[in-house]
DNA sequence: TCCCGAAGTTCGATTTAAATG
DNA sequence: GCATTTAAATCGAACTTCGGG
């Protein structure tokens, strides 16, 4: 059956441009056709008038490629992944927002997936991203839904991939991760330079790296400032991590500080939404911030401006990491298709002391 | 060439089992393995027997289809699109939680996009959905980016689409709403429960439909009550909105508010955002929430809950809301499948009071 | 005619190898 | 050999058609 026949039958909803309909229209080849709209190394044999011609009458069909074809023959699909543990979580929307922001300008697309803290879904969604051919994965993950089972399979498929937000110490693995332990020291400092002496400490769950290196962080300033702590005014975060326990754990554990009756005027909470619920604590037993008490938190999530008080907090520079992220994955990805070796990079970025109004210099006694 | 030499030579990161390697190892035709794979009619013709020992060599295997392969010929992409106008506003990740949920029962996966409120972004996204062969499209738009000639594209590319948080009175289109009239009457209604009387009111811009509808809700209670509204008690937002100037804009116009000098004890606020800016306006002035002002919200976004005070606000369905329109686009990409009509439908969401401690009964006086 | 299976065409592009003057 | 162009093979699956028991 003759083709015209065929695709004049179709009409109504069918009827996308193909490279065919460009070849027919410009009298040219297929092949040239091809060559021509990708600028194939043979490209710079083709006369520049050709060239135009073929450009242009792609362009009045309004000619585009299918991508499934162009895809399924080159092997190449100029799609990276992006897996978040939880879109609701306002730090995963920054480093998206920066991802986002700087594959823009490349030629790469990116497919999401939202794993809503959910292991099964971390999995499926990993399964489906592989399945379209994602030539890089960026992962926005916490320690629940990462193992190495998961990243030996990336590994065997040969896809690069980066981590933001974490690292993985036991494996060599790129990632974009803050400075914890400077944040951290940085925030008591802060304190500590307002007069602070007696401070509680709401500590992250156990399970987290970072909890542990922004304890790190505490520890080294008290011992170069000889602040002392106190072990009773230190608690710490369940391990059953989400934003909202963050915010509830806050809160409880501010009431348990302030049941030890030890007298302190400040607290450094483990992040922004524990230190809300802090906040709350305090106010619900009629304690003012920053008059009272201050309070500093730790990641500067969007309400932590807009709080009342405004939360003076350790601001990661999301959208930066978030770029970083994009630079390294497409490194990488520019290295495995030379069939170059690419070594993991591993990037550590230093966080900011954003004053606002929860803490407040100590009144002289 | 033979074809297991070539295999062979390729060998270490691209060594996809294809269908052709199922149909050797069972020792049938390709032609068999995917019609047993793909429970297409046919297979009811074939023996048990057959069907699971290709099932059993396919997953020993590790075969998975080729999505690109499959698309190109199927010319079915499995896929629908998410535009979203931005994805670090609270109000979009909760409808895009909502639609993920309720996607991952379904056979279909999603390819978002984040507009970040530039129309270009947009358009660009749209034409980058439209080449991925989205079989249909949810958008969540603001007025910014949405107009007809967009639309235009989708009517004859024949891709259904259904507008969430919006409607569109000047064109037939599926779309799920909130019912802004009853929700800002219930919180007007609350107010006046609680005792208030004298009520400021800060109204969205003039632009948004949500605001004239909220404001008709405004109205007809006070109507129906007998209340009156002083029109020196009633201010706008401007019509550059974004969510921070909401929050800046409800921190001015409640100063504004207070320089008037009537006496009024609450404040009616267009949304979440601009009642954050109010209660900050008011704390400055050393001004109490609730005690000496009520202020109510709507759309209770994430903070909302936790903000100091808590606020007593107009709940938005928002996950419901998400998985009501996948609801309406999967029952519209079926229709035009089957190529049947499909009649727009527009559904209407009853918003819910949330009683939290921003709102106060009025002290007798 | 019913059942079972396979050969061959097709989707729309990229790429290789080769033909033309 | 050089500049210019193209026929034909190919990617991996789906689908149409056909043949034999």
Redesign the pocket.
Known sequence: ?PFEF?RGLIGGSNL?V???DVAKSS??????V??V??D?P?AR???LE?KNRIKKIAKTLG????VF??S????RSNTVGVIVFDITDPYCTHILRGIELSLYQSSYISIFADAQNDRARFERYLEMLLDRRVEGLITLANSLLLDLDILAVLEKRNVPMVLIGRELKSLAMSAVIIDNAAGARAALEHLYTLGHRHIGFIRGPKMLADSRERWKGVRSFAHDAGLVLDPKMIVDLTDLYDPTSAFEGGYKLTQELLRRERPFTAIHAFDDMTAFGAIRALGKSKLKVPDDYSVIGFDDVAPAALYAPPLTTIRQPMETMGAMGVGILLDAITASRESRTFSPVQRKVAPELLVRESTKALAQP
Chains 1, 2 share one sequence.
Not at 27 to 32: H, K, R, W
Not at 63 to 66: E, G, H, T
Not at 72 to 75: A, G, M, N, T
């Open positions: 059956m065929v996308m193909t490279i065919h009298g040219f080849s297929i092949t040239t091809s060559i709209l990708n194939a043979l044999y083709i006369p050709t000619y585009r490629p299918n074809a162009r399924l023959r080159s092997k």
